[in-house]
């Protein structure tokens, strides 16, 4: 329970008139760009990053729980009105929610999505208020064994259990690793792939490779495929739900979150999963099977809760490890180390005012969206009409500013168009964006602690198997590595009994 | 579209399977260039390169070999994305050229006619209608951007020769 002073301290932080207007200037702007189409979370933060450049680092903090919740938000809004998930994980939210709008009830869905999403982000939210600082106390013991182990972890389940194929996932993430290379070898000072280019001494700053990845890349894929057809927009109202909706939606919120919290807590997790667990589960439990697929309001409400809860989630191995498990996070991550700060098992200690401010101020923005979101639905949806060349213009010309203003030189504009043509060819040929981000952010430290936990083991490798928590993770790892080749051979099996011939290297999730 | 992905045939992504073994054999070549110090730790700074230089070689292989077994990349979809038409050079060329010369230009010209260019480029190449309309919102929304961030916020923007008079 030693928490809860810590989180009035954190409220205290962040309830002053000033940073509850940043929040309020977070929570507006991350839904406002959240809600244009095709521009997921990730994107949201890594776009609006400039902006904080210059706040103090609890401000800037404070206004990034804002974005953080209000991307997700507006996310959700474009996603049953537009049917553009911004992210794999409202793809259910836009398959049901979309059918709802469509069938005339696009009030009551997005009334679903925000109110789960506030319900979810709360409770999820005040889990993590408990998680984190025992993870954390948990996460103090933890070697560079353990990290390296943890990293290797989450490499292998960001980029192979998502995703339709684990080749592509796998080559995503070697791809983010080699870029992580560039830069000064941190443990000898020797310059590595820096082609002699001052800029690259750092690195490849991590905010040019989200947005390269993600905003430059996205305007040049969309430039190379734009469609001709005119956008069919559903006219909203305000959202509002009867007492049948609020009554069909209440559990499958309370679902949502308990399977998104632990989904996003974990050091492999991510919000796809329980979002289509929460779908099928929903889909069991309902009164209505006949609607689902037509419209069902509880295959909104579960699936965004559990969405929201999974952000939540997220936040504990980002705080306590310093391990992002989403693109989101990723960004986040970025965003903490360009104030100099590395998120781990220290940072409770060392900044906590930070971390608690944070912390309250996802409570309160979540709160502001709830009362922003509600009436003023139909003026976010009026964002959706924008014209396309001007909307990928703009993604493009604060994708630009994003580069620039993070280092101001020139030459890392162009390295940002070259990261935005991988991420054009990524989105061409089917590769997953998420293991680049997260193998170009983490790879520094996935090496970093191996070399040191050589060092501690004397050169030998048996000291990733010294300890209980190290064997153990091992033994996760096994799992993580061994398990798709027995349910694909397990498939196959079923398969040649049944009907032989069918295309089985497909290795689904 | 079945019976040519049966028959071991190349494929256009091969191209990326190629692009693939062609970093990372570089990655391999280049580590090999990197100085050991003689305070080097026990794992020096070559080998973590050489480890993922090797590794995508191996998935550089291995792609190939799922392509050629008929297991295609899907493009990622989306609302304003068709995926039935042929891939819009022009309009790539437009676009990427834009962000090129803004790149190029930016700490020469300023952000406020470089964004200008970068913009309307931009939007013209992805099928703007109207180009003094599409000129006019490109200038007004730099010249704001500038506003806000160098005025506002302080983040560093070239202000360049035309609007040196604004800082």
């Not at chain 1, 040929?429 to 952010?441: C, M, Q, T």
């Not at chain 1, 790879?443 to 010294?466: D, N, T, W």
Request: glycine letters at 12%; aromatic letters at 8%.
């Amino acid at each position: 329970m030693s928490a809860l002073p810590d989180l009035l301290d954190g409220f205290r932080v962040a309830a002053t008139p000033a940073n509850l207007g940043w929040a309020f200037v977070g929570v507006t702007l991350g839904t406002g760009v959240g809600v244009l189409p095709g521009i997921g979370p990730a994107m949201t933060v890594a776009l609006l990053l400039p902006i904080t450049l210059k706040l103090g680092p609890i401000s800037a903090f404070i206004m990034f729980a804002g974005i953080y919740y209000g991307g997700m938000y507006g996310g959700s809004t474009t996603s049953i009105l537009l049917k553009t998930p911004g992210e794999s994980a409202s793809m259910i939210t836009s398959l049901e929610g979309n059918k709802m709008a469509r069938s005339g009830r696009a009030a009551q869905a997005l009334a679903t999505a925000a109110i789960g999403s506030f319900v979810a982000g709360t409770l999820a939210t005040g889990l993590l208020v408990f998680a984190a600082p025992t993870v954390a106390n948990w996460a103090v013991q933890f070697g560079p064994a353990e990290f390296f182990l943890i990293v290797l972890l989450a490499f292998l389940t960001v980029s192979s259990v998502l995703g339709s194929s684990r080749i592509r996932g796998i080559s995503a993430l070697a791809v983010g690793l080699a870029i992580g290379l560039i830069g000064i070898d941190s443990q000898t000072g020797q310059a590595r792939f820096t082609m002699g280019i001052p800029q690259l001494f750092d690195g490849a700053d991590t905010v040019i490779v989200a947005v390269g990845v993600f905003a430059v890349g996205e305007a040049l894929w969309v430039a190379s495929r734009l469609s001709k057809s005119e956008q069919q927009l559903i006219p909203v109202g305000r959202a509002w739900m009867s007492k049948s909706d609020w009554s069909r939606s209440w559990r499958p919120w309370l679902r949502g979150t308990v399977l998104g919290f632990p989904f996003g807590a974990m050091p492999a997790g991510g919000a796809e999963i329980p979002t289509f667990l929460s779908y099928a589960m929903e889909k069991r439990l309902t009164k209505h099977p006949e609607e689902f697929g037509h419209g069902a309001i509880e295959g909104v409400a579960g699936p965004e809760a559990a969405n929201n809860a999974a952000a939540a989630g997220v936040l504990v191995p980002l705080l306590t490890l310093g391990l992002p498990t989403s693109s989101t996070a990723a960004v986040m991550l970025a965003a903490f180390q360009q104030y100099g700060l590395q998120p781990g098992p220290l940072l409770f200690e060392t900044n906590g005012d930070l971390v608690w401010g944070l912390i309250a101020s996802l409570f309160i923005g979540n709160t502001m969206l709830l009362v922003l979101n509600l009436p003023l639905a139909p003026l976010w949806a009026k964002l959706l009409r924008i014209p396309r060349p001007y909307l990928y213009a703009g993604i493009l010309l604060f994708g630009a500013l994003g580069g620039y203003a993070a280092n101001g030189s020139g030459i890392d504009l162009l390295i940002l168009f070259a990261i935005g043509l991988i991420g054009l060819g990524m989105r061409r040929f089917g590769f997953p964006i998420a293991p680049l981000v997260i193998g170009a952010i983490l790879g520094p430290m996935c090496e970093e602690q191996y070399r040191r936990a050589l060092a501690i083991g004397q050169g030998k490798h048996s000291v990733f198997l010294e300890g209980p928590i190290c064997k153990a993770l091992v033994g996760l790892l096994v799992v993580v590595v061994l398990a798709p080749f027995v349910a694909s051979v397990g498939k196959r099996r079923q398969r040649s009994h049944v009907q032989p011939g069918t295309n089985g290297d497909t290795l689904a999730t | 579209m079945q019976e040519s992905s049966r028959s071991l045939s190349l494929n256009i992504e091969h191209v990326v399977s190629a692009l693939m073994a062609v970093t990372g054999v570089a990655i391999v070549i280049g580590a090999s260039n990197i100085r050991i110090p003689l305070t080097s730790n026990i794992v020096d700074p070559r080998f973590f390169p050489r480890v993922i230089g090797g590794i995508l070689c191996v998935l550089a292989l291995l792609h190939a070999v799922t392509v050629l077994r008929g297991n295609h990349g899907e493009p990622d979809e989306g609302e304003d994305i068709d995926l039935s038409a042929p891939t819009d050079i022009r309009a790539l060329m437009a676009v990427g050229g834009s962000f090129i010369a803004h790149a190029l230009l930016l700490d020469r010209i300023g952000w406020i006619p470089a964004g200008t260019l970068l913009f309307a480029g931009a939007a013209l190449g992805l099928g703007a209608r109207k180009p003094v309309r599409v000129l006019t919102i490109s200038f007004i929304l730099s010249f704001g951007v500038f506003l806000l961030f160098r005025k506002g916020l302080g983040v560093f923007l070239p202000a360049g020769p035309l609007f040196e008079w604004l800082t």
